[in-house]
């Protein structure tokens, strides 16, 4: 992955119009991501994901593409996206996966990760597909939300494969739960919402587990999976929470406060603040659950004040 490309909490989003060549390349942008979102097969939708992260970036050649995207059915926005995985129950209803002491159990850490990785790359399509002409974003949130979608992708074939290594069980053989696309559903209309609560909430708390589930891994005698969650996909999570957080005050900064971005660290009553904390206790059933891990956190941008006041649940008068 080219760091240069990679999501940054300090790098500003800027307001310049596209191109004519951008808005074209941003058609076809949207035409590929509705199409990933069509492909029932979770491996090949990684595949594709991988091929238009190239062709977006302009690494591409006709030697690395092998999928058509020759579809005709992708003028509407795609609200339910294809998947050939049908084991799908209701978030609480999932079984426990355990601590990871037997094979079984850690197959099953990997299969529930694996899971989640693919349902956030469709997370990141349709953003791109739902919300970015809609709301005329710039060029530079379709550059993050390509890079997220490559990154999420990237993680799902590698906790695939090395579930198959385990050989206990493959992708798609143990049941799952839809809880990431079920707030996707909730917040279609949203894009802050949509920010706030699947990358700054969901994706935050993610950060949060990590380190305990890679303990888990490194306890009872499997380093390889320790090593992969520690060192790829911990580390590019936290770009993925500071995308949610630098396009959230963007929004806000341009719909709201009719300028840039201030420089200014924020408070508990910067108006950006309090409007994300308005839309997270909307959106997101609960309080945040603490301990959090600050230190990755600020990696992403957010400072206590983003968050420690939504660890208590505020009642209705």
Same mark, same amino acid.
Request: charged share 30%; glycine share 6%; net charge negative.
């Given at each position: 992955?080219?760091?240069?490309?990679?999501?940054?909490?300090d790098?500003?989003?800027?307001? $310049?119009?596209?191109?004519?060549d951008?808005? $074209?390349?941003?058609?076809?942008?949207?035409?590929?991501?509705?199409?990933?979102?069509l492909?029932?097969?979770?491996?090949?939708?990684?595949?594709?994901?991988?091929?238009?992260?190239?062709w977006w970036f302009?690494?591409?050649?006709?030697?690395? +593409?092998t999928?058509?995207?020759?579809?005709?059915?992708?003028?509407n926005?795609?609200?339910?996206?294809?998947?050939?995985i049908?084991?799908v129950?209701?978030?609480?209803?999932?079984?426990?996966?355990g601590?990871g002491?037997t094979?079984?159990s850690?197959?099953a850490?990997l299969?529930?990760?694996a899971?989640?990785e693919?349902?956030?790359?469709?997370?990141a399509?349709?953003?791109i597909? $739902?919300?970015?002409?809609?709301?005329?974003?710039?060029?530079?949130?379709?550059?993050?939300?390509?890079e997220?979608a490559?990154?999420?992708?990237?993680?799902f074939a /590698?906790?695939?494969?090395?579930l198959?290594?385990?050989?206990?069980?493959?992708?798609?053989?143990?049941?799952a739960?839809?809880?990431?696309?079920?707030?996707?559903?909730?917040?279609?209309h949203s /894009?802050?919402?949509?920010?706030?609560?699947?990358?700054?909430v969901?994706e935050?708390?993610?950060?949060?587990?990590?380190?305990? +589930?890679?303990?888990?891994?490194?306890r009872?005698?499997?380093?390889?999976?320790?090593?992969?969650?520690?060192?790829?996909i911990?580390?590019e999570?936290? +770009?993925?929470?500071?995308s949610?957080?630098?396009?959230?005050?963007y929004?806000?900064?341009?719909?709201?406060?009719?300028?840039?971005?201030?420089?200014?660290?924020?408070?508990?009553?910067?108006?950006?603040?309090?409007?994300?904390h308005?839309?997270? $206790?909307?959106?997101?059933?609960?309080a945040?659950?603490?301990p959090?891990?600050d230190?990755a956190r600020?990696?992403?941008?957010?400072?206590?004040?983003?968050?420690?006041?939504?660890?208590?649940?505020?009642h209705?008068q």
């Amino acid at each position: 992955m080219d760091d240069a490309r990679r999501p940054r909490a300090d790098r500003a989003p800027t307001a $310049r119009a596209m191109t004519e060549d951008e808005a $074209r390349r941003v058609r076809e942008l949207v035409h590929r991501a509705r199409c990933v979102m069509l492909e029932p097969s979770c491996a090949k939708k990684a595949v594709m994901t991988a091929e238009t992260h190239r062709w977006w970036f302009g690494d591409d050649d006709d030697a690395t +593409t092998t999928t058509s995207y020759a579809r005709e059915d992708t003028e509407n926005v795609v609200d339910d996206p294809v998947r050939e995985i049908s084991r799908v129950v209701d978030p609480g209803q999932t079984r426990r996966i355990g601590n990871g002491g037997t094979a079984q159990s850690r197959s099953a850490i990997l299969h529930s990760l694996a899971s989640i990785e693919s349902w956030a790359m469709l997370l990141a399509w349709d953003a791109i597909q $739902r919300f970015g002409v809609a709301r005329n974003m710039p060029k530079e949130f379709y550059d993050d939300f390509v890079e997220l979608a490559a990154d999420e992708g990237r993680h799902f074939a /590698l906790l695939s494969r090395r579930l198959d290594e385990c050989g206990v069980v493959r992708f798609g053989e143990l049941e799952a739960h839809d809880g990431l696309w079920r707030t996707a559903k909730e917040t279609a209309h949203s /894009l802050e919402a949509r920010l706030a609560v699947e990358h700054c909430v969901h994706e935050a708390r993610g950060l949060d587990v990590l380190p305990q +589930t890679i303990g888990k891994f490194r306890r009872n005698g499997d380093e390889a999976s320790a090593t992969l969650l520690e060192t790829v996909i911990y580390p590019e999570e936290i +770009t993925h929470c500071a995308s949610g957080l630098r396009w959230f005050k963007y929004l806000h900064a341009r719909e709201v406060d009719g300028g840039d971005v201030g420089e200014e660290p924020e408070t508990e009553e910067s108006g950006v603040v309090k409007a994300f904390h308005e839309i997270v $206790r909307e959106y997101f059933h609960g309080a945040l659950k603490p301990p959090f891990n600050d230190e990755a956190r600020a990696k992403a941008g957010f400072t206590p004040v983003w968050y420690e006041p939504l660890a208590t649940k505020v009642h209705a008068q």
